[in-house]
Every structure is written in structure tokens, then in C-alpha cells.
């Protein structure tokens, strides 16, 4: 099948463009708002963009959301992983709810203060990054009055459990993140191969 993006005819029950970008690791962004409420949501479009300095961003797709808002207003944010553990908390957190609710609390999580700003961690994820926001690079939006926005973010502290190291490296085994997949589909990472890189 083929279709233009412009039109978006597709002819099938739902959207696929979603579905044809996979997995995508989920950023479970902490922020803080202006009054020191505590703000905590999922965002499946996010992912690591440089290694130095090491950097991250996520995507605000439609109305403003408080995570958006909250960091260009404060300047900081937490990316906390989202595992097979902790996949209903997750869940839990992207429920539309006003910038008054503490997500920590709808979930019934533990925060856990960090070193070098202000939003706090989610205490049982395995792995936390620190961030400094950079900047929000706007881009087009097909709906009015919506905001479609990248929001970038220089990570200045990371937080790895000691019980998910093996033999110095980070163990996904003992992780089990999670990533979307599309539709209301979700998966696990299960299986880890190696493959050295071709010799010159």
C-alpha cells in the first residue's frame, strides 16, 4: 500500500504511522511547575540525540502539556526508565489530568530527591538522567491552536542502580525496559544479540 501524508487516506481503521517507527523507548519526564507541583509523564516520542554532551528531548504533541510548559518556565527535567516492573505506573501517569494532580500520587509512587535540580526521580525506576533543559525547537502542526514542539535537554547527572550492572555494563536482562509500539501496543526487551562491527 502507498498513501500521502498530506491527505493521511490511508483506508485503514487507524492510523499507522505510528506503528512504522519501533520500538520507541519511553522518556517519564519529571518536571516541577512555577508553584512546585510535582509533574510526571510519559512521552514515547523520546530518545538520546548526542553522547557529547550527552543530550535527550521529547516531543509534545498537540495542547501544551505540563511537562513542555513546566520546563521552559523552570529549566529542568528528569528522565526516569520506564520498566516491565513498573509498566502500570507508568500507564497510570498519562492520564489527562490538570498541572494541580501529582502524578506521583495517582500512581501511588515514591519520589526520590535529585542531586543536581530540582523535579525529583521516580524512586523505583533503575536508571535516572538529570537535565538541563536547552531549548524547544517549534515545528509545523496540521491542527490549530495545538503546539508541536521538541524539547531538548542536556543531561548533567545519571543515576544507574547497582543491581542492574553485570560485569561493569548495564544488563537489560535485569532492566526489562519497555517502548511503544503503536496502537495501544507495547513491548519488552527480551532478547539481546551482539554484533561487532565490520574490520577496515
Known sequence: MFYE???????LPHDPFKSCIVPR???????????????LAPYSFFNGVSTDPPMVMFSNNGPAKDSLVNCEANGEFVANLANWELRD?????SAAVGPEVDEFTLAG???EPARLVKPPRVK???????????????????????????VLGRII?????DEVLTDGMVDMSKIKPIARLGYLDYTRVDLVFTMPRPAV
Do not use: F
Open 5 to 11: 501524508t498530506k491527505d493521511n487516506k490511508h483506508g
Open 25 to 39: 523507548p519511553i522518556g517519564w519526564i519529571t518536571t516541577l511547575s512555577a508553584e512546585g507541583i510535582v509533574n
Open 89 to 93: 505506573q507508568m500507564n497510570e501517569t
Open 109 to 111: 509512587l515514591e519520589t
Open 124 to 150: 523505583a525506576a533503575p536508571i535516572h538522567l538529570e537535565c538541563l533543559y536547552h531549548q524547544t525547537v517549534d515545528l509545523p502542526s496540521n491542527t490549530p491552536g495545538t503546539r508541536n514542539a521538541i
Open 157 to 161: 547527572g545519571i543515576h544507574i542502580k
